[in-house]
C-alpha cells in the first residue's frame, strides 16, 4: 500500500467566469454537470475556446509516430494548460476513435477499485459527450473492481479538465469512458489494467491524467519531476514504485508527492509494456513556478507524454510503401504547389477528394530539391498531425523558400529542378553506432538544443562510412563537432524515397 504518495486536494481557483448557460439534462439521464469550471478554467464557452486557441497555437509538435495514449497534467489551464495542450497535440485530430478513456486518480475520495460515471453524459462548457455506458455496464458487471461511485465525480476535477481539451482538438465525435481510481495498491491497479486491455487499441484513445512533484521549490522540482518522468519512460512498474519509495525517504522541503496520479501511471505501465513492442516518449515538460501566476517557492510540475508501439508483426518500425501512381501524385503535388506559391504566394486549392487514402496517412517526410544533380533545398519533418499530402505541400513551400543554405527558389528556375521526396517511418533510438545501415537508416543526431539529420539516401550518395556518416552530420548539421555524436542521442529511421528521375525512367 502507497497511501503516502496521494495527493487529495489540488486547488485551481484562478477563474471567475459566468457558465454561459445552463447543462441541461438529457431526457432519461442525470449528466455530470461542470465542477472545475470557472476554478480550473473558464466557465464561459467564448473564453474558453480563446483560451484553447491560445494553448494550442504554441503546443509542441508530434514528437513520436501514431499515438493512441498520452499523458496529462489536470491542474488549472494558466499552470498546466500549455503542458497539457503539447500532450493533446500528440493525437490525429481528424483521427475516428471510437471511445475516448480517461483515467484520472481520485483527489476527493478513498476506495477501492475504480468508479465509471453512468448516469447520463459529461458536461463542460463547450456541450455534451455522451459516455458509453455499453462499455461501463461491461466492466461493472463483469469485475468487482468496478463500480460507480457518486461521491468520486461529484467534486473531481482529474477528469473533467481533460474533457475541454478533447471537445477542440478532436475533430470527430467520441464517446466518453470516465475513470477515477479510488485505489491506493499496485496489485489493483494491475488488476484494472487487465480489465481494460480489450480496448486498448487503435480504435480507442486513453488518456492518463496526473501531476508530478507538489510544493517543493522550484529547482527541486526540475530535479524531482526529471527522475520521475525517466523513470515511467523506462516503463517499468516496479522501477516507479521504487523510485517513489525512495524519494518518500529523502525528505525534500515540502514535497508532498512525485506524482499525485501514480495509481493511473501504474495502469499505463501495465497496459503499455516495453516487451509488447510500447515506447513512452516525453513530450513537454513545466511546472506552476513557469506561470505568470505562480511562484517559484513551493511549485507543481507538469509532464506531458506519448504512447507509440512498434510494428506487431515485424517489432521494426513501419516502412511506407507506394504505388507508381501514388508517387506521381505526390511528387505532382509538390512541383504544383512550388509553382503556384512562386508566382501567386499562396498555396494550391485541396483537390484531394480522389486521392488514394495511401496519400493522407501520417508519417513525416522531406521534400528534396536538385538542380543539375546538386541540392537545392532540402526541408522535411520526422512526424505530422496532418495527412501525408498536405506535409509534401508544407514541406515543398519551405525547401524552395525556406532553407536558409539558399537563396529562394525564383520562377524561371523551376522547370530544372527535379523533386524528391522521402516518406519517414518513426524514429528509433539507438544506443550503439553499430545498429545503423548504410543505405537503409538515415540518422538523426540530438543534443540539448542542437540537432542534425542526414536522410539515408546521403551515405549511399556520398560513399561515407558509418563514422563519416555520423561525423559530418554531427558536425555540419548538428553544430556539436566531428566527435560530438558520441554524447548525443542517437536516433534511426528509415525512408521511402523516389523522385521524378525514378518514375521517368520507370522504376517503382
Not at 529542378?417 to 540518422?443: C, F, N, Q, R, Y
Amino acid at each position: 500500500m502507497l497511501r503516502f504518495f496521494s495527493c487529495l486536494l489540488l486547488m485551481g481557483l484562478f477563474f471567475n467566469f459566468t457558465p454561459g448557460g445552463r447543462a441541461q439534462d438529457t431526457p432519461g439521464k442525470t449528466n455530470r454537470k461542470p465542477a472545475a469550471a470557472g476554478k480550473f478554467y473558464p466557465a464561459d464557452a467564448k473564453e474558453l475556446n480563446t483560451m484553447l486557441a491560445g494553448l494550442f497555437s504554441t503546443a509542441k509538435p508530434p514528437v513520436a509516430g501514431y499515438v493512441n495514449c498520452i499523458v496529462t497534467p489536470h491542474a488549472g489551464y494558466v499552470f498546466s494548460g500549455q503542458v497539457a495542450a503539447s500532450g493533446y497535440n500528440q493525437v490525429d485530430p481528424e483521427k475516428q476513435f471510437d471511445n475516448v478513456f480517461i483515467i484520472g486518480s481520485s483527489h476527493q475520495v478513498s476506495f477501492r477499485g475504480a468508479s465509471i460515471y453512468t448516469p447520463g453524459d459529461y458536461v463542460t462548457p463547450l456541450g455534451h459527450v455522451p459516455v458509453n455506458t455499453d462499455i461501463a455496464g461491461k466492466l461493472i458487471n463483469g469485475n468487482p473492481l468496478f463500480t460507480y461511485n457518486p461521491e468520486a465525480d461529484k467534486a473531481e476535477h482529474t477528469i473533467e479538465v481533460q474533457v475541454p481539451f478533447l471537445q477542440y482538438h478532436l475533430k470527430k465525435k467520441f464517446k466518453l469512458v470516465p475513470i477515477i481510481l479510488g485505489t491506493q495498491s499496485e496489485e489493483t491497479c494491475e488488476e484494472i489494467a487487465k480489465a481494460l486491455k480489450p480496448w486498448f487499441n487503435d480504435r480507442n484513445l486513453f488518456v492518463f491524467s496526473t501531476d508530478f512533484s507538489h510544493y517543493p521549490s522550484y529547482a527541486d522540482a526540475q530535479l524531482t519531476d526529471k527522475s520521475t518522468c525517466d523513470a515511467i519512460v523506462a516503463g517499468n512498474p516496479g522501477a516507479l514504485l521504487t523510485l517513489l519509495q525512495e524519494y518518500h525517504g529523502r525528505k525534500i522541503p515540502n514535497l508532498a508527492t512525485n506524482l499525485c496520479g501514480w495509481t493511473s501511471i501504474m495502469v499505463m505501465l501495465n497496459l503499455a509494456r516495453q516487451e509488447q513492442g510500447y515506447h513512452i516518449s516525453p513530450v513537454q515538460y513545466m511546472n506552476s513556478g513557469d506561470s505568470k501566476y505562480g511562484d517559484k517557492d513551493q511549485v507543481v510540475g507538469y509532464w506531458s507524454m506519448a504512447v507509440t508501439r512498434k510494428n506487431e508483426v515485424t517489432g521494426e518500425a513501419p516502412v511506407f510503401s507506394f504505388s507508381r501512381e501514388e508517387k506521381k501524385i505526390l511528387l505532382s503535388v509538390a512541383r504544383k504547389t512550388i509553382e503556384q506559391y512562386i508566382r501567386e504566394r499562396r498555396m494550391p486549392d485541396d483537390d484531394s477528394a480522389t486521392y488514394p487514402d495511401n496519400l493522407k496517412i501520417h508519417a513525416g517526410a522531406f521534400v528534396t530539391l536538385k538542380e543539375n544533380g546538386s541540392l537545392r533545398g532540402c526541408i522535411g519533418r520526422f512526424t505530422a498531425n496532418i495527412p501525408l499530402y498536405r506535409l509534401i505541400r508544407e514541406m515543398a513551400v519551405a525547401a524552395s523558400t525556406e532553407d536558409s543554405r539558399f537563396d529562394p527558389v525564383r520562377m524561371n528556375e523551376i522547370p530544372g529542378l527535379e523533386m524528391e521526396i522521402s516518406v519517414l517511418s518513426p524514429l528509433k533510438k539507438i544506443t550503439s553506432a553499430d545498429e545503423i545501415i548504410l543505405g537503409k537508416h538515415g540518422i538523426y543526431i540530438k543534443k540539448g538544443y542542437n540537432s542534425g539529420t542526414f536522410l539515408p539516401q546521403v551515405a549511399t550518395e556520398t560513399g561515407w562510412s558509418v563514422d563519416e556518416f555520423l561525423g559530418h552530420c554531427s558536425r555540419d548539421k548538428a553544430g556539436i563537432g566531428w566527435d560530438g555524436w558520441k554524447k548525443a542521442e542517437l536516433f534511426t529511421y528509415e525512408a521511402c524515397v523516389f523522385s521524378e528521375t525514378d518514375i521517368n525512367a520507370g522504376k517503382d
